[in-house]
Each structure stands twice: as structure tokens, then as C-alpha cells.
């Protein structure tokens, strides 16, 4: 909150130097460092947001050397704690395989990496069993602490493996195996998911409307996907979504869809909104507010809207209810990515690096889950059935 | 069932020339039609449940064809289905319960289910009740062919028991039937009696000295004030006279007789008076699962005249109007054009309006649409029978009263 006082100026110089643990390589494209500390750089770089950015294909080669830098395993505790474990499992490294799949859901990778450590896991009893993954579902989430999926993907499966534990098998191992048959179902669960949230949103998308998109999200592809198949008649803008580039990524898809595209620059969509008829948007995560968590860019795109009278829909998995309450944009765990801008920073100027941001519930119009069509409210009434 | 089929036929045929008028009225009617179709329905021995559900959606897809603007149809469709497969539920319970008893014991007998021995009764129930309520993150991860699996366990289970459960059988089955039945009067009687539960709360919300505006006639909203003014609330009450029907005109007269201090305005002239009233109350057609509301045409432009003033808008409407679907295109889908004789005399215009000059197409179009949609952000609050609620409280009165599973009534190929 202080930083937003006049007397930012004065407290960027009074601030102890952290310690440099950002991993800025030496062919950042930031080549001088900052006589200031960066407040940044006391949080490491989102993995979860490099990964997406490289499952979007467009990436800039320094930025994957940074990439690199940034996703090596720390020591995994969970080596430590499971008694006799003869060969070395790294949860994290099994997450970051699962995680590198392009089709694969954040919170599905969790779930095939906490299945994983039930598979290798020599406990006798269920509650060695859910020890065992609890830390790792910790050590998940302290890996990479600005993805909401992926936490929220470890809360829900802790809370079935606690549920499940509950009906008294008789024998630990059946119940083992249902959990990591149940654990590896997820995957087509959350396929089933985006169908089920294509199949609901279709009427919302009549003939000659335009639709405006931000971010590239599976979820959304699927149902436009879904509409171009059912033969609707309708035209897509999508915002060029710096710096992953994320529009050019989604003409390319739609394009071969032949749904008619127009590229939009981010700051261009105020000037386009009046033809836009509804925004399809995904999400990172969804809080309990009702509100959304998703690419930068989104909580201006929504304001436009909302001030302009344009439905915002924001097509999200269940899974992906988070039990946060940010109350403004700060509130939350920074993502940072580094930017490229193409040409060198001059030194002294900050770059805002966060790649997210945090919509309110009043901006959002629908929520289309596979729960159902939910109107922003009744997230959280699904968040308290689940965890209380 | 010919003479059920007749009766079907009859009222679908009423509702498509809309001589069915108003919302009580359709839903009335619907649920007492369905009421004789449960009722003369044969059931089989086992999957009566099932049968039922099949015999109402053919019904209902009918009826919801046949006129599809009248929502309240669909509403107490769904209703029914809803109590159909609560009932079900709740005696599949205590069935299951009795049975899981005595299966202990029978372990030999129940070859079948190997797989599943050490499954208590209490799970099965609770798996079998998470199938009913719509999916939520609790059963996210939940093996859907196990709940599958409870029905026919219940159904084998029973005839493995032998024959002394053969009578207990048929008791069931009158006993599904006759708790749907019960049912269905409970809810007509919800539908005759919600004035009256709505007209309750009226001393809540009218103060004295209020003056309260209200467009065209609803007679739920003639209720809730002539209650007011049975407690002794002395207050005005604003009429919009709700062109081209003019309801207004008749619910003055009716406000008048019971003693209120009404004035009768134009519909144009809200906008003008609307800083003057302390409430805006008025009627629904529907509402829809967002909390948004079907309603007489002219009601959007007092609401959005309240919203600029800031003056509360109520909606009073009783609980067999919510509707469980999202409005995606209401202003055309759920609208109905009415004949333009309500406003314009065919004598004077005939010659703007004939079709056979200038081509087959003239140049003077007359619409009269019915219905208007007031999005959710513009109410302030729902009287309904069971308490006042914020419009993006709707959701959970919708999950109380339907189920997931019959939000698009049709009759399944496959039984």
C-alpha cells in the first residue's frame, strides 16, 4: 500500500538491497541493473506464465534462456519424508513434465504429479498416504507460488483423497488404486470439462454477432471451435495480447478454423468496442469473489466493457475456484515475466513486469464452468460446499 | 391413457392460440394435467422412476413447444420432474438402508457385486444423492458409473432378497406414485396460495406515507398494497397506465375501492414523476436464472427511471415464475408480438397497411411486443413467497427447486 504514496520516490532509496535472488542471467534484456532495487525482484519469475508462453510457440530466445534459468528443481523435500524410498522421485520435476504438455491443463499436470507420488509412495496406511501429499502438494505450490491453478488443482485432490479415505476400504491397496485411477481420469475429466463449457455457451453466440477475445485460452478456442462447427455465422477480434502474442497465436488457430479474425493492439480495443457484441475471455484462476485472474490486459478490456454495455464471459474449469479474496490488484501474488521490447532499456526506468491481473466480479457477466452457467456470485457458494 | 393424451392435446392447443392468459393460470393448469398423467401412468416394477421422468417429458415437450414463451410451463415441468427424482431419491434411501442391513448378511447372494463389497449403505446413499444435485467441486472427481452402479444395485440386491421382498415391492411402487401425487398438490397449493405469502410481507416494506409507483395491473402486486392498507399503512400509489392494454385504468379502480389515494399517470410521464415516489413495485412474467426479469412491456424504461433516481425497484412475483434458464437473447426470444389492433384503428390506416399495393410490402410497420427484459443489475430486490432475496441470490432458489438434469425438457430416444 505504500507504494502507491507520493513518497514512493523517497522509499525506493530507503529499502534495504534484497538480496538479487531473481535469477536475471547475464543476457538479460535489462543490461544495466538498476543503482535502485527492483521491488520485483525479490519474487522469482512465473514459471506458470513461461510455460504458457511457450505452449503459445512465440517466444523470444533470450527469454528462453531465462526460461531455462528459472525451472530448475530446488531439492525436493518429499524426497526426505517418505520413509525408504529407495530411488530419487522429484515431485516437481514429474509437475514440470506433466506441465510442459501444451494441451494440458495446469491443475490436470498437478494431479498426474500428485497420482504420481501415490504410485511411488511405500506408505501402509491412509495416513502415511495423505502425509506424503500434503507435502508434496506443498513443495508444488512453494515451487511456483503465482499459479492459482495449480494450487487450487492440489486442494481439490487433497480434499478427495481426505473424502475418499472416508469409505472405509477395507483394503489400503484398492483404495490406493482407485485414487491414482481416479488421479489419471482427471485429465479426460478436464477435456470433458471444456466440452461440456462449449456445449453451454453455444446459444449465447447467435448468427452476425462479434466477438472479441483476449488471451489465448483452450477453453475458449474450444468453443469457438465448437460454434465454427455448428455452423454459426460470426467474426472474431482478437487483442495481439503483449508480449506473449497470444492474438497471433489464436489467428493462426481460428484462421484455419475460417472464422473470420481481425488482430486488434491492445490499445486499440476502446476504439473497436462499439462493434464488439460480447468478450470471451479465460481465466487463470477464479476467486472467491466471483472475480477472475487472467492475462494482463483483461480488467482493462472488462472496464471498456462494462462502461460500453458489452456482456464479458469468462469461460472457466471448475477446478480452478481459488479460496483467495484479493481486494485490489496488489493483493496478490506478483507473476512476473520479463518483457522484450526489442531494444535495450535505458537505465533508471522500471518495467512493470507482472503478467496478470484481477477483475472484479461487478465487470463479468457470466461464468461458464462445468458446473453450469454461474453468475459471479455463486462461486463462492460452490468454494464454501467444497472446503467447509 | 387416450383420455390423458386428449387432455394434453387440449391444453397445448390452448396455450399455442394463447387462450390460456397469465402465469398463474398456465401454471395451474400444467401442474393438474400432470398430476392425471402421474396418476395414470402405469408403472413396471423397477425403473418406475425412470418411467415417470420419460412419461413427463414427453408431455412436457409438447406443452413447452406449444407456446414457449409462457415460461411458467416449463417452470412447474421441471418441478415435477425435480419431485419426481427427489421422491425417488428419498425412498431409493431408506430402501437402501434397510438393505444394506440384511446384504451384509447375504454377502453369497450378492455374486454380483464382488467388486464392491466393502461399499457401506451410507456411502451408496451418499453417492446416490450426489448424482442428484448438480455438480459441484465436491464431486468433481467422483466416479459417475458408481453412482450409475446404485440403481441396479438396489433393483438386483432386491430380487436376490427372494420373494418376501416381492410385497414390499408393490407397496413401493404405489408408494412412489402416491408421494409424487402429494406432491404435486403441495405445489398447487403453493401456486394458489403465494399472493397470499407474498402479500404478507407487504407491511414489511410500505411505510407509512410512502408513495409507490406501479405500471399496468398486476395482481400481485393489487394484493400486496390492498394488505398494506388492510394494516392500517397509509400511503399513494402512482399508476402508469400501461399502454396499449390500459390495465392501469382498471387497477386504480380496484385500488380506490379498497380506500388508497391513487393517481394515474402515462407511461411517458414516469420519467417525470419518478423522483417523486419513494418505491417502484411491481409484477413479473418470469425470472431468469441470472436474476433478470421478464416483464410487461414498459418496465425496463421504469427501471432504468429508478436506477437514475435511485429509487428501489421490487419485483414481487411468486416462486412457480423462476425460471432455471439464462436469458440469451430475450428481448426477441422470449417476446411475443401482439396484433397491432391494440394500437391503431384498421379504419383509418388500412391503406398505409395494405399488403396488396406497392408490392406486397407497406411502408407502415406496426409492432406490439408484450414483453420487455429488465437485466439484474436493475432490481433491487424479489418479493417471493419465500422471502424477500437479492437478484444474484436467484441461483440457489433454482438449485432448490429444479435439477441439473432437466434444463432442456426432451424425451429421451432411449429409455
Known sequence: MWRRSASFVLEKYQLPSSPMESPKSPQSPNPNPNPIPNLNSTHGISAYYQTRAEHHGVVTSDWLAQAQAAVEPPSPPSERTSPGSGKPFSVIEEFNYWRKKPD????????????????????????????????????????????????????LFMRYVTRTSALEYEDFNAAKLRLIERAERFGEISLKARRTIAML???????????????????????????????????????????????????????ALGIPVKLLIDSAVAYTMDEVDMIFV??????ESGGILNMMGTYQIALVAHSMNKPVYVAAESYKFARLY????????????????????????????????YTPPQYLTLLFTDLGVLTPSVVSDELIRLYL | MPDVQALVGDFALKLKRRKVEGSHASARQTAELLRSVVSQQRLPHAGQAAVLIDAVRAVGEQLIAANPVELAVGNIIRRVLHIIREEDLSSTTTAMEGL???????????????????????????????????????????????????????????DSEGKSKSADKSLKSRKLK????????????????????????????????????????????????????????SFRVFVAEGAPRYQGHVLAKELVTKGLQTTIITDSAVFAMISRVNMVIVGAHAIMANGGVIAPVGL?????????????????????????????????????????????????????????????????????????????????????????????????????????DDLVVKRRSTS
Open chain 2, 300 to 404: 425496463n424504461m421504469v427501471a432504468l427511471a429508478a436506477r437514475r433516481h435511485a429509487v428501489p425497484f421490487v419485483v414481487v412475483a411468486g416462486s412457480h415464475k423462476l425460471c432455471p434458464l439464462y436469458p440469451h437473447n430475450p428481448e426477441v426470444l422470449l417476446n411475443d408480438l401482439r396484433s397491432p389492433a391494440d394500437l391503431l384503428d384498421f379504419d383509418e390506416f388500412s391503406d398505409c397497411m395494405d399488403f396488396a399495393s406497392r408490392g406486397g410490402s407497406p411502408l407502415l410497420h406496426v409492432v406490439n411486443p408484450t414483453f420487455d427484459y429488465v437485466p439484474p443489475n436493475l432490481v433491487s430486490l424479489f418479493i417471493t413467497d419465500t422471502g424477500g432475496h437479492n437478484p444474484s441470490y436467484m441461483y440457489r432458489l433454482i438449485a432448490d427447486y429444479y435439477s441439473a
Open chain 1, 104 to 155: 494440458l491443463a495446469e491443475a490436470v499436470a498437478a494431479i498426474m504429479a500428485l497420482a504420481a507420488v501415490i504410485r511411488s509412495s511405500n506408505g501402509t496406511t491412509m495416513m502415511e498416504l495423505e502425509i506424503e501429499l500434503k507435502t508434496a502438494s506443498d513443495a508444488l505450490k512453494k515451487g511456483d507460488r503465482s499459479s492459482i491453478s495449480l494450487s487450487a488443482g492440489c486442494d
Open chain 1, 201 to 255: 455457451s453455444q446459444d449465447f453466440i447467435f448468427d452476425g454477432c462479434t466477438i472479441l477475445v483476449h488471451g489465448f485460452s483452450r477453453v475458449v478456442l474450444e468453443i469457438l471451435k465448437l460454434a465454427a462447427s455448428n455452423r454459426k455465422l460470426f467474426r472474431v477480434f482478437c487483442t495481439e495480447g503483449r508480449p506473449d502474442r497470444t492474438g497471433l497465436r489464436l489467428s493462426n488457430e481460428l484462421a
Open chain 2, 178 to 233: 402416491h408421494d409424487v401425487i402429494e406432491a404435486i398438490n403441495e405445489l398447487i397449493q403453493d401456486i394458489d396460495t403465494c399472493h397470499e405469502q407474498i402479500s404478507e410481507q407487504a407491511v414489511e416494506h410500505i411505510h407509512q406515507n410512502e408513495v409507490i409507483l406501479t405500471l399496468g395491473r398486476s395482481r400481485t402486486v393489487k394484493e400486496f398494497l390492498c394488505a398494506a392498507k388492510e394494516k392500517k399503512r
Open chain 1, 282 to 287: 479465460g481465466a487463470d484462476g477464479v476467486v
Open chain 2, 100 to 158: 444394506g442391513l440384511s446384504a451384509d448378511s447375504d454377502d453369497d447372494n450378492a455374486g454380483d457385486h464382488e467388486d464392491r463389497p466393502a461399499l457401506s449403505a451410507a456411502a451408496v446413499a451418499a453417492a446416490a444423492r450426489s448424482a442428484l444435485r448438480a455438480p459441484s467441486l465436491h464431486t468433481l472427481l467422483e466416479d459417475i458409473p458408481e453412482s450409475a452402479a446404485v440403481p441396479h444395485a438396489s433393483s438386483s440386491g432386491g
Open chain 1, 326 to 357: 484479493p481486494l485490489d490488484q496488489k493483493d496478490l501474488e506478483p507473476a512476473i515475466r520479463p518483457i522484450d521490447f526489442g531494444v535495450p532499456i535505458p537505465s533508471g526506468v522500471e518495467v512493470e513486469e507482472c503478467a496478470r491481473d
